[in-house]
């Protein structure tokens, strides 16, 4: 998952329009059959833990990444979904090469770090030069002067993704602004065990393109103590990491055809990139799985709605938003007829509810479905429980910008933030139970909205909606 | 820390016989100054990130120990302790050397391990062999036909570290009767980022000494899930370990002679050597610093209490016990001198209480000092609140058993096997405020001990003790 920073608000009346209540009771005995038989299964996670053991992580460019899209094709077809197809998407192709840091003064210590992606790499034998550690962009503001020449460590303890992502995302070009030689920040991260997280990075025409990497919040706190007693940290860099030419990749599509508006979507979403350590499950083969799980336990269970239930498992979240965009060009003005598009990109934990941008009407109808998936719901620190007022997904961006009711499935992911992007995103922090539970939710909100006989309406979203 | 076996128990009666309490009102002055001088000062803590920032980890035989121990020494001549000295201990040298481990087959993987303590090397190259994975030695001893030529795996869920270190400990020799060629552990930890953790093992007369080494509990469950699904998986292991001549290090002492009873001693104890990985301090720079501060707050407030009051830092308590049999050898037949001991060995989180192992009389008489240490302690699942039953340390457990009245310094210990033996050991795995009340708690322990007129009764522990 990215920071999302949607601009979807606009003028609209503050108070919801009264809507009529979807009357549930038509859908009550097909959603009793769903969250059986999703409750039964075991076979979200199944499919997650294979995909983690045996592709392992997948970045754009990968063969990794196209392998485990050539099964799950495969899969698709063996479950005898519709549609079945993989959507062409050039991908960016970062290759992280070797890399290593170490502390050369005033101890001499290795660091534990991930160069970031999209980092240039070093000149052959990695740059050696002191440290300035700094905790803000404010600071290094402050003490630019002492930058010049150096590496810029930027350890700033994590607050929310949104605002600690900020360092991770534009350190480099701060610190280069500033003349440094390199940029290192300090993982993005709310616990660690040593735990290096990566995660991208961008550079600004016109300022030095400089490498960047990520230390753990541990290294980053033995920096600091260093500094803080007066002494100079120096540490010696090298990253190999180079970016290649584009690559093809697909964005994998499989559906059920509507029985009557095969032509209006409900849209399940997630994404098959991950980056290049640990397995990619947390993020996000698993909210993959289940978008996946989704379709066919509906295919399996004979249930084919109204509109079409579509689960597009996106290529190139990560570094580039390529899979998103290609697939919001390709159903070109037929944008307004996705009426509904949820992503499950925050981990496949216990579910705690959807959250959803739309406009006031579409939201009020949305929300009546809440009674369906209440019992399933777990409390959390992490999201509001039941249906929400605002989230989204990276990959349903565009298609939210275009007017489409977007929602995100939420979940108990307060431990999201300990293994995202990093190598402990694996396999084991996930559990057969709470997939499968994501699963009832999903695939009962997707049945019940392709279902329904009128539409969600579209539009811009309301305020107070994100 | 190491797992704790002391067999002290011995008949005698079960109900405690009643004692008169130690009236507490003589001592309250000076606990109060203690108390507040302790918690108003992040000595404590400071030099514990000095030790792991400046020295980091300090295994027996390693340069950084013996650097950490002149330190020390100096710093307690600075800060004016009596009887300051480095009491010679030859320890063993085990050197880790380079080591890796890959998954070589079904598919390609780097696996994140830590050598154990003690072990042999790989020959050069390597070891490349399928791998049983077993859950236990029953499941060993039942597959045991399949065991030959492979290496053996454990992957045995941590339950308690007693319990679950014996594979750690003891793998290598059942998998080598088995005909393994090597063993692999799944990391004693309750909660992993990817995190490995290494420890001790030993060989034993007559069985095949193979290489055994951890892998983190992901990568061991990795593995698992790859036998349950029908594949073999095959591992190459490569390890430099070896084993060199022992070399000599030091306990630390440092005190406050008695002013009335010098040759009685209460002892307050920590071991300064740690695993070769992280810093070493939460096991144990951490506790060795409470002891030493303990120490130094008595003697900056001018308090020379009635019997001598020692900090001793042991040496290698992590793989050998080497210090904690020298010094119990050097107080000879004065071990009933010692009055009474404490480490501080479970990490200096936030004071729980104070576990005992010692006669009924002398719990008693302990246990009256219960009300002074109160208000610092917190509630915690890891231990009981208040002065308990049951507790001692690997480096007084030889002058335990010569019948001196033994106790741990027990703390909010929740996380301390996520973090023991392992990288992530590390200095902002502890905080000021809670080191500092750590020092109130022992401080205050040692005072009352070492100064009430009456001696706690030496003795074999009463059953119930432990």
Redesign the interface.
């Given at each position: 998952m990215r920071f999302l920073s949607l601009a979807l608000l606009v003028a609209g009346p503050l108070v919801a329009a009264a809507q009529p209540a979807v009357d549930l009771e038509p859908y009550r005995p097909a959603v009793e059959r769903i969250q059986t038989a999703a409750l039964a299964d075991s076979a979200a996670y199944e499919r997650m833990?294979?995909i983690g053991?045996?592709f392992?992580h997948r970045l754009s460019g990968s063969a990794s990444l196209e392998a485990a899209i050539d099964w799950i094709l495969d899969e698709m077809r063996a479950d005898g979904l519709e549609g079945v197809r993989g959507m062409p998407v050039m991908v960016p192709t970062w290759v992280r090469g070797e890399e290593s840091a170490e502390l050369v003064a005033?101890?001499s210590?290795p660091l534990?770090m991930l160069g970031l992606g999209g980092s240039v790499g070093t000149p052959a034998g990695g740059i050696t030069a002191d440290v300035l550690v700094v905790g803000s962009f404010d600071e290094l503001a402050s003490r630019a002067a002492e930058a010049a020449g150096r590496i810029v460590l930027f350890d700033v303890p994590f607050t929310t993704y949104g605002e600690t992502v900020r360092y991770r995302s534009s350190g480099a070009v701060e610190a280069a602004r500033a003349g440094a030689v390199a940029a290192l920040v300090r993982s993005v991260g709310d616990?660690?065990?040593?735990?290096p997280h990566t995660g991208t990075m961008r550079y600004e025409d016109g300022v030095a393109r400089i490498p960047a990497a990520a230390i753990t919040?541990?290294d980053a706190?033995?920096l600091r103590?260093?500094q803080e007693?007066g002494a100079t940290p120096s540490v010696r860099l090298s990253m190999g990491a180079r970016t290649e030419p584009d690559a093809l990749s697909r964005n994998v599509v499989g559906e059920i055809r509507g029985r009557e508006r095969p032509e209006e979507v409900v849209l399940l979403a997630c994404h098959l990139d991950s980056w290049d350590v640990?397995q990619g499950v947390v993020d996000d083969a698993g909210g993959c799985v289940v978008a996946w799980e989704s379709v066919r336990l509906l295919h399996r269970l004979g249930l084919r709605p109204r509109r079409t239930v579509r689960a597009v498992l996106f290529t190139n979240e990560e570094n580039g938003l390529r899979g998103a965009t290609v697939y919001r060009d390709s159903v070109g003005a037929d944008a307004s007829n996705h009426v509904f598009a949820i992503e499950s990109d925050g981990g496949a934990f216990a579910p705690v509810g959807v959250g959803v941008t739309a406009t006031d009407e579409a939201f009020e109808m949305i929300r009546s479905i809440e009674p369906l998936i209440m019992p399933h719901l777990v409390e959390s620190r992490a999201a509001g429980r039941g249906i929400t007022r605002g989230g989204g997904g990276a990959d349903i961006g565009p298609l939210m910008e275009a007017g489409v009711a977007g929602a995100h499935l939420n979940t108990d992911a307060v431990r999201y933030f300990?293994?995202h992007h990093?190598?402990?995103d694996?396999?084991?922090k996930l559990n057969p139970g709470d997939m499968a539970k994501n699963v009832a939710v999903m695939a009962t909100m997707a049945y019940v909205l392709a279902e329904i006989p009128e539409r969600v309406p579209a539009g811009p979203s309301s305020p107070g909606s994100e």
């Open positions: 833990a294979y053991d045996v392992g005033p101890v210590r534990v616990y660690s065990l040593r735990t919040s541990e706190a033995l103590r260093m007693r640990g300990w293994v990093s190598p402990a694996t396999v084991d």
